[in-house]
């Protein structure tokens, strides 16, 4: 059975539950209620006759002035009803009963006593006489009767009434809850299929709307993934085609005989071999690293003597490029870190630095404490990189020269690793403009005690 069929069940049986329950009580309320008050009507009205028949008594000294005349407790009767229906005061007329101080019947048809109510009537403080009335139950004639089926067929039109608004309002609310399900459902439907560009845009403000919303988003974040793998893998391929065109190039030549099988043409293809081995490398600890699987040891360990390491390493490298490298680091920072991945981090960052920068420029890499964090801050000079550029600088592949020109550098991998490292860590990396007109590139780690 369908959530649709299930909901519209759980509605109609719970609607007809409370109309029934509704009609019910309203039935039991209305005829207690007009028994209760044709009672309290009609005892009221005895006990004002009571009171006139006490003081009649007293003036005539016994009850012969009705035994002579017995239609004339009648008339008093209406006249202690104040005006009420003529029609009303007959049919209560025919069940009034006079008794005297024994208890002997005088006027009145007689009645069970257990379905009677006794008034007593008083003159000159003595009891002479009762007035007997039976409760509605002993009375009900067929007027009443009639009143009573009136009533019970307007109890059953409404309970038809209800029954069908049941219906037509459990329909439209399973309807309603459903419909955004069934939305849900086929957009997942559409998911699975490899589909990720459509979208709910669902304006509900409850839990059905918001899981719409999240699945807007997730269908989002796969379209973007999907776009990414693809712009990924034409990435890859565009990367591996050239060193591997290179190679076949420089193959063929010395095969042709174009060019003499030397030591100087057997270090080009070294060297060749040792680029497309760098890309595979870089690429296989990407792929590690977006998969979380790129393996840390962390420990205690000082960045500023990790980071000196580092730039003694690039030292002739920065004398070949006329760099001149300003330092300004603290006696020590001590942080929890895999020093090898964060070798690694610094190391891809310097080179990306000094492969970018122009001869004769300068570097800046500081060191400095934010709280329970440590900061390394390395700036160059220019050139710079544009405003739209710098959010993509981390991402796989990415270079600001779309020629990829190989004279400028490698594959754009090491920033997106840089990136990982960082993350991994528990810190960030950042990118922004720098003073010295090249970029900024700012990477938080967490202290030791963080």
């Known amino acids: 059975m369908g959530i649709r069929n299930k909901l519209f069940l759980i509605f109609l049986g719970t609607f007809l539950i409370l109309t029934l329950a509704a009609s019910g009580f309203y039935y039991l309320a209305f005829v207690r209620s007009l028994d209760t008050y044709l009672d309290e009507r009609q005892q009221e009205q005895v006990f004002r006759l009571s009171e006139h028949l006490g003081t009649l008594y007293q003036q005539n000294g016994s009850w012969a002035f009705l035994l002579d005349d017995p239609r004339r407790l009648g008339r008093l009767y209406r006249l202690a009803g104040d005006g009420e229906s003529e ?51 002993a009375i009900r004639d067929k007027l009443a009767d009639r009143f009573l089926d009136r009533q019970k067929g307007f109890m059953a039109w409404m309970l038809a009434v209800g029954v069908g608004l049941s219906l037509l309002v459990s329909w439209l609310l399973a309807r309603h809850l459903v419909a955004p399900i069934l939305a849900l459902t086929r957009h997942a439907h559409t998911l699975q299929e490899g589909d990720y560009s459509t979208r709910l845009s669902d304006p509900r403000r409850d839990e059905l709307g918001t899981l719409s919303r999240q699945l807007d988003q997730l269908s989002a974040r796969l379209e973007q993934g999907q776009q990414a793998r693809q712009r990924w893998f034409s990435d890859i391929a565009h990367e591996l085609r050239t060193p591997v065109a290179i190679l076949k190039g420089e193959l063929e030549a010395l095969v042709d005989g174009v060019r003499p099988l030397n030591l100087a043409a057997i270090q080009a293809l070294e060297s060749e071999t040792d680029q497309l081995t760098h890309l595979i490398d870089d690429l296989h600890d990407l792929a590690l690293a977006d998969g979380g699987n790129l393996r840390y040891q962390f420990q205690p360990y000082d960045l500023v003597s990790l980071t000196l390491d580092v730039l003694d390493n690039y030292q002739r490298t920065l004398n070949q490029q006329r760099l001149t490298l300003k330092t300004d680091l603290p006696a020590q920072a001590s942080a929890l870190i895999d020093p090898v991945r964060i070798r690694q981090l610094l190391d891809n960052l310097l080179q990306n630095t000094v492969k970018y920068t122009q001869q004769g420029g300068q570097l800046h890499l ?85």
């Open 87 to 137: 029609r009303g005061k007959r049919g209560e007329m025919r069940h009034l009963q006079l008794l005297d101080r024994d208890k002997s019947v005088l006027i009145g048809p007689p009645a069970p006593p257990k379905l009677r109510t006794e008034i007593p009537i008083e003159a000159d403080g003595q009891t002479v006489g009762y007035l007997t009335h039976p409760n509605q139950d």
């Open 366 to 450: 500081q060191i400095m404490q934010q709280g329970r964090q440590w900061q390394l801050v390395l700036e160059d000079s220019a050139p710079g990189v544009p405003d739209d550029a710098l959010p993509q600088l981390f991402d796989h592949l990415y270079r600001v020269e779309n020629s990829r020109n190989r004279g400028t550098g490698g594959a754009g991998l090491g920033l997106a690793i840089c990136l990982r490292i960082a993350e991994a860590h528990g810190g960030s990396l950042m990118a922004a403009h720098s003073p010295l007109g090249g970029v900024r590139i700012t990477l938080t780690l967490p202290g030791e005690s963080a």
